[in-house]
């Protein structure tokens, strides 16, 4: 499916009023030109959280919280950007746009989504009427699961038979073929589509609004016969098992502001946990926990612990989790490790020792430094100088994949004392030698103008009333003018040029992940003096100021020009209308 264009995210922040969708969520009071709550994203007495209804800007002067409708939604209700978007355009009454084929795939996505929770409410009816249905009770009963939690987690059981749910939903063609798109249905040439879950318990598998995307089935009777023993939706447009966690939407529910989540291997451990009240575990999908997952996660808490079984298989499965963790652990992230005894899993063992043995175990997970210093040790001889080197070579690219400094510093600190080393020798000789010159620092700032310059004055002025540069005429100039902040600021004029009516929340959205995005919700935070009329003569004279620092920057470089190699007759004339125009000295 193709991007959503960044017409139809300015369209709506248009329409949307971001008051409205805070207010929903937290209760705002008028005060003055703003609106005032205690701030949803730290704990507060006093009030400091505003949200400006012009700007269509929220900020925080306790914690330094900021942004748009979008990234309200985004921190608020821990959704990804293009959940939030479409969260917005339900609001607004908007069909998401899409390019490459405008909204039409939209439209058969949301029929996948109807028909997915048309299959949940027919497994959840089998199991409380379907004849055979006392054999899934009975399993469920034997797992310890109460009808609560198979009632919240919407349990149910796919009956014996080729094509139970096929008679149920499919009743014509177009629903056939939506069954089959969804993974529901298996299409066979000679015979007609058959149900691809038959004698499960069946489990379904949220996205992280809630909708239902997939089903994993649990078997029940011979493994020989009916397949393997669980078995999950295949991939489909709304299901891509590399991105989804089971159990994540249902953790977000049950916590309204978790702060961990323990990240275990099948959906059935994170019901058994949520049967002793251990509501914060997620579990993937019959694949390694991927860096998107990792992101996914640490957007909703600032600690993941991985559980892993304690032998061979679960270390490896662990280091895995450990190289993919690496390069998202920027600052304020936390990961550790928790491996089980042998023979158990989170299941039998909450069962065992219960909630607050096992929640003991959580706390006292290892730590991901701990772990990876652990782990390469143990290929080395730690009593020989030759095998503490090793260790250095073996442990020096997997620390320089850690992106935030202060973290990777500690690490260096652990690994030298170690191996024997000084406090800050080691990374004092890996900067020597360049290797920390190949550290990525993808969320580094970019560098800004001067704190009183023209430039940044005239940025903070468009960001903050993007309608003030509505008359600028055309400022090409600005991309030949060698001063920081230049090319941005062209950039600002040309889209307020282009759409006079854009709004601060809009034109902020054009920097979504770009290293300028940090310094223009900076600049948005203030507040400006004096009306409009007087701000908007502001703006003209310091774009006018920049045009004759641009004749300046070229007239200096034709003098250099004429001093060292000399002009020709184009440039000693334009030297001289230059001169005339700049009033500039010649000694200069």
């Known amino acids: 499916m193709g991007r959503i264009p960044q017409s139809f995210i300015d369209e709506l922040l248009n329409r949307i009023d971001i008051v409205d969708v805070i207010d929903a969520r937290v209760p705002l009071k008028k ?86 929770q048309q299959a949940a409410d027919f497994y959840k009816q089998q199991l409380r009427s379907h004849p055979q249905a006392q054999q899934a009770v009975d399993y469920l009963k034997q797992r310890g699961m109460s009808g609560e939690i198979a009632a919240e987690f919407g349990v149910g059981y796919a009956p014996p038979g080729w094509d139970n749910l096929i008679k149920a939903l499919g009743k014509d063609e177009a629903a056939r073929k939506q069954l089959a798109r969804a993974g529901m249905a298996i299409e066979h040439d000679n015979k007609g589509p058959y149900d691809r879950f038959r004698e499960r318990i069946m489990i379904p598998i949220t996205d992280r609004r809630g909708r239902i995307i997939a089903f994993g089935g649990r078997i029940l009777s011979s493994e020989d016969e009916h397949g393997p023993k669980y078995l999950n939706s295949p991939e489909t447009p709304i299901f891509h098992k590399g991105r989804e966690l089971y159990g994540l939407y249902e953790a977000r529910k049950a916590i309204r502001n978790p702060q961990k989540l323990l990240v275990v291997e099948g959906y059935m451990d994170v019901l058994a946990l949520a049967q002793f009240d251990i509501r914060y575990a997620v579990a993937t999908l019959g694949t390694a926990t991927t860096k998107e997952h990792l992101e996914t ?47 158990e899993d989170p299941d039998s063992l909450v069962r065992q020792e219960g909630r607050e043995a096992f929640e003991q175990r959580v706390d006292q997970a290892m730590p991901l430094s701990r772990f990876l210093l652990d782990q390469l040790s143990q290929q080395v001889d730690l009593d020989s100088i ?26 260096y600190t652990q690994l030298e004392r170690t191996v024997g080393m000084k406090t800050g020798q080691l990374q004092q000789l890996v900067e020597q030698d360049g290797t920390a010159q190949t550290i990525p620092t993808p969320n580094r700032r970019p560098a800004k103008p001067g704190k009183n310059s023209p430039i940044r004055q005239a940025i903070n002025l468009i960001v903050q009333k993007p309608a003030l540069a509505a008359n600028i005429a055309e400022a090409a100039f600005l991309q030949d003018l060698d001063l920081p902040g230049a090319k941005l600021l062209h950039e600002l004029l040309e889209i307020v040029r282009n759409d ?16 300028e995005q940090v310094h223009l919700m900076k600049l948005a935070e203030n507040q400006l003096p004096g009306d409009d009329q007087g701000l908007e ?30 002009l020709d007759e184009e440039e000693l004339i334009e030297w001289n209308q230059l001169l005339n125009e700049n009033n500039a000295p010649q000694d200069k």
């Open 297 to 343: 996660l640490f957007r909703v808490v600032p600690r993941i612990i991985f559980c892993f079984d304690g032998d061979r298989a679960g270390r490896e499965a662990a280091w895995r989790a450990l190289e993919n963790a690496l390069p998202v652990m920027h600052e304020g992230r936390e990961a550790a490790f928790l491996f089980l005894p042998d023979g």
């Open 500 to 515: 006079p009516q854009i709004n601060t929340a809009a034109l902020l959205e054009r920097w979504r992940d770009k290293p």
């Open 386 to 411: 030759d095998g503490r080197a090793r260790l250095v070579e073996l442990s020096r690219p997997m620390l320089n994949r850690v992106p935030d400094k202060v973290f990777r510093h500690m690490m």
């Open 31 to 116: 005060a003055g030109s703003n609106y005032k709550a205690c701030c949803p994203f730290h704990t507060e007495k006093t009030p400091s959280f505003t949200v400006s209804q012009p700007k269509q800007f929220y900020h925080c002067f306790g914690c330094g919280a900021h942004g748009t409708a979008i990234s309200f939604l985004m921190e608020y209700d821990r959704l990804d950007f293009v959940d939030a978007i479409e969260d917005l355009a339900q609001q607004a009454g908007l069909e998401v746009e899409r390019e490459q084929g405008s909204s039409q795939p939209q439209q058969r996505e949301d029929n996948l989504y109807d028909i997915m």
């Open 537 to 566: 003569e502001e703006l003209q004279d310091i774009i006018l100021y920049l045009q004759r620092q641009l004749k300046m920057q070229r007239w200096h470089f034709l003098q250099e020009k004429l001093t060292f190699s000399g």
